[in-house]
Each structure stands twice: as C-alpha cells, then as structure tokens.
C-alpha cells in the first residue's frame, strides 16, 4: 500500500520521515495553507537529499511557477489541489510529468463528472492518478474525514490515494477497504504536534500497523 505523507517543512522532520518505509513527502506551495512551503524555506529543501518521492502541491497555480519549482525542490510528481481542468495537467503530462489529482467529495460527489480526468489517464498509462479528500474551502487540511462507502460509486479505472482526517486508529479500517482501484492513503493533519511538523513515531507505528 502506497503512503505519502503530505505538508512537510521542517528540515529536521523531513530527513526523519525519511527513514521510514514511505513512498512520498508531499511540499505544499499553497500560500493560504497552514503548512505552505514559502520560498526562503524552499532554498532549504533544495539543499536536502531526497530520498523519498517529492510530490510538490498546488492550488490553481500557474504552470511557470509549477516548473520553477520542479527541479529546485526534486519533485518526483505535482499534485494538482484545486479547480485544474484536464487541459491544464495535461501540458504537464506531454513533458512526462506525473500528477496526482485531487478531488473534494462530498456526499452528493458525482463520479461521472470525472469520465473527462479518466480518459486523460487512459492516454497516459500510469502517469495521472487521483487522490479523494475531503472537501474544504481551504482545499484540504481539515483534518476531517469524508464518508469513504462513497467510493462504492466510483467505477473508474484509475488508481486513487485516500485522503482527508486518517488518523492512528484508522489502519484496521483502511486494511478493510476493498475497492480495486484503492493505491493507498495520504497522510496529513492527524499526525502532527503542530502544523507541517509530524509526529515520526506516530506515522511510523502506524506503518507498523497498515503493513502487517
């Protein structure tokens, strides 16, 4: 199962949520996010060792100031965390970068509404995948869950991570979602001491948990 933990800043958080069996970080570049990454602490990420996916986020960002980013901060993949339409990622997609692209839902979420997202994916085989979270005005970051029987409805074909409130106690449940197209969790509010900084033994002994 696939684990991105998102909203990281500190220096010293990140090289420790490096040594632990996950498979992205996620750098928000959204300045009305509590865990925005501004551009001094940018300079500082670039002159780590990134051992881990980089997933940069981003919010109805322009795609110059997306690849601006994109080599300083070593970002493996760029999720796209607001109104973006199809066109718009898939100028990302023609110079083979990868998206994860996020999706509030609410109760009354129409999957259809993505048919658009999902014939984009089929013409870029494993290089756009979406992500579920919880719908907010501050897109994203609530630390509230959304109700996952939802994803009953979602008939799609392409994979999707789970986001949105997980916390510790949620693994058991997480383990009991079925649904094929499920790619794993993004992990975010739940597991901090205060924002952009994340409780290591926490997510690790979640880890423990979620992989046995």
Same mark, same amino acid.
């Given at each position: 199962?696939?684990? *991105? &933990?998102?909203?990281?800043?500190?220096?010293?958080?990140?090289?420790?949520?490096?040594?632990? #069996?996950? #498979?992205?970080? !996620?750098?928000?570049?959204?300045?009305?996010?509590?865990?925005? &990454?501004?551009?001094?602490?940018?300079e500082k990420v670039a002159q780590q060792t990134m051992n881990k996916g980089t997933v940069g986020v981003y919010v109805n960002e322009t795609l110059e100031n997306i690849l601006q980013d994109f080599i300083p901060l070593q970002? #493996?993949?760029?999720?796209?965390? !607001?109104?973006?339409?199809?066109?718009?990622?898939?100028?990302?997609?023609?110079? #083979?970068?990868?998206?994860?692209?996020?999706?509030?839902?609410?109760?009354?979420?129409?999957?259809? /509404?993505? @048919?658009?997202?999902?014939?984009?994916?089929?013409?870029? &085989?494993? @290089?756009?995948?979406?992500?579920?979270? +919880?719908? +907010?005005?501050?897109?994203?970051?609530?630390?509230?869950?959304?109700?996952?029987?939802?994803?009953?409805?979602?008939?799609?074909?392409?994979?999707?991570?789970?986001? !949105?409130?997980?916390?510790? *106690?949620?693994?058991?449940?997480? @383990?009991?979602?079925?649904?094929?197209?499920?790619?794993? &969790?993004?992990?975010? /509010? @739940?597991?901090?001491?205060?924002? !952009?900084?994340?409780?290591?033994?926490?997510?690790?002994?979640?880890?423990?948990?979620?992989?046995?």
């Open positions: 199962m696939m684990i *991105k &933990v998102c909203g990281m800043r500190d220096i010293e958080n990140i090289n420790q949520l490096q040594e632990l #069996d996950i #498979d992205f970080m !996620g750098i928000i570049r959204y300045s009305k996010s509590k865990r925005y &990454v501004d551009d001094l602490q940018k970002l #493996d993949v760029i999720q796209l965390h !607001g109104n973006e339409d199809p066109a718009f990622a898939k100028a990302l997609l023609e110079i #083979d970068i990868k998206i994860f692209k996020a999706f509030q839902v609410t109760e009354e979420f129409n999957f259809d /509404s993505l @048919k658009e997202w999902e014939a984009l994916a089929t013409q870029y &085989v494993g @290089k756009l995948f979406f992500l579920f979270d +919880t719908a +907010t005005p501050n897109y994203g970051g609530s630390g509230k869950k959304f109700n996952w029987s939802i994803l009953d409805s979602y008939k799609g074909e392409v994979p999707f991570l789970l986001s !949105g409130g997980i916390s510790e *106690k949620d693994a058991d449940a997480i @383990k009991e979602l079925k649904h094929k197209m499920f790619l794993g &969790v993004d992990l975010n /509010s @739940k597991f901090e001491t205060e924002p !952009g900084v994340k409780d290591i033994e926490m997510i690790k002994t979640f880890i423990e948990k979620l992989r046995k």
